[in-house]
């Protein structure tokens, strides 16, 4: 079972009758503790934020063997049992990514999907997107080749550089570089569980639950593209792009990420209550 970075529960069981749970799923490289100012950010919450694969207290991924989206989602199992009631899902880039795998899965236990930037990069994998299509994938594929040859910093700079701006990885602490670069073998897993993902476009559209995308307007036009495509695709309830943000956006402005979050969680659980009390 995927460790728990942290859970916060409302104060009083009354109010906690009233409220979904938030599962929030971390970007690539990260783990669960991305999300630490949340709980105090999403106060009526209940914030929980698991380690994926190979993240966090789970230990770094050692590369033994490939990984998929449905790992994932199955490792994730028993934190939807702990949770209990209908989730409303918070992911942020692979994560995000995760959340649709599984919101396809158990539909009936999302309330709602709230997803910045999911790197869903086999959507760009068509005729009119190729542009995309190989930039991230020419990204990926140096990434991995680094990795694999055990180049991890070379691999790690390739990465940051890309998702956060050319310069970023000059400017952190070695011990940041060592534990980033450390993380690459599970990266490496996570762009090739991406590039092969075969999920048709029209199971996007089948999502029963409400779907709120995120952008930065600064981020790689790769990942922003796939946010289009899959508005598109799933008919999107709201589709916000912030302006000035990165893909980091979530990591790097959490307080102006969660102001976005707050109403559209408050009004969600509104109507389920409603819904209870017909």
Request: aromatic share 8%; charged share 15%; hydrophobic share 45%.
């Amino acid at each position: 079972m995927p460790s728990v970075t942290h859970i916060r529960r409302v104060p009083h069981a009354s109010t906690l009758a009233s409220k979904s749970p938030v599962l929030c799923l971390h970007c690539s490289g990260s783990s669960g503790r991305q999300w630490q100012a949340y709980p105090n950010l999403l106060p009526q919450a209940q914030v929980i934020a698991p380690d994926l694969l190979g993240s966090g207290a789970q230990g770094h991924w050692l590369g033994e063997h490939e990984v998929s989206l449905a790992d994932e989602v199955a490792a994730l199992e028993l934190v939807l049992d702990r949770a209990g009631a209908p989730v409303h899902l918070v992911g942020h880039s692979y994560g995000g990514a995760v959340a649709l795998a599984v919101a396809m899965r158990w539909p009936e236990r999302v309330a709602g999907l709230y997803l910045f930037e999911p790197v869903r990069f086999a959507l760009l994998n068509n005729p009119a997107d190729r542009s995309a299509w190989e930039e991230i994938t020419g990204v990926g594929q140096t990434i991995a080749a680094f990795a694999r040859s055990g180049h991890l910093h070379a691999s790690a700079e390739i990465f940051v550089d890309y998702w956060s701006g050319i310069g970023t990885w000059a400017s952190l602490p070695l011990s940041r570089r060592d534990a980033v670069a450390a993380r690459m073998p599970k990266v490496r897993a996570e762009f090739g569980a991406l590039f092969s993902d075969d999920t048709e476009p029209a199971h996007y559209a089948r999502l029963p639950m409400p779907v709120h995308l995120f952008q930065g307007s600064t981020s790689p036009w790769p990942a922003r593209r796939v946010v289009d495509l899959l508005a598109a695709v799933c008919g999107a309830t709201s589709v916000t792009s912030l302006q000035g943000a990165s893909h980091m956006g979530p990591i790097e402005e959490p307080a102006r990420f969660a102001a976005q979050l707050a109403p559209l969680l408050g009004a969600m659980d509104a109507e389920a209550w409603s819904a209870k009390a017909a």
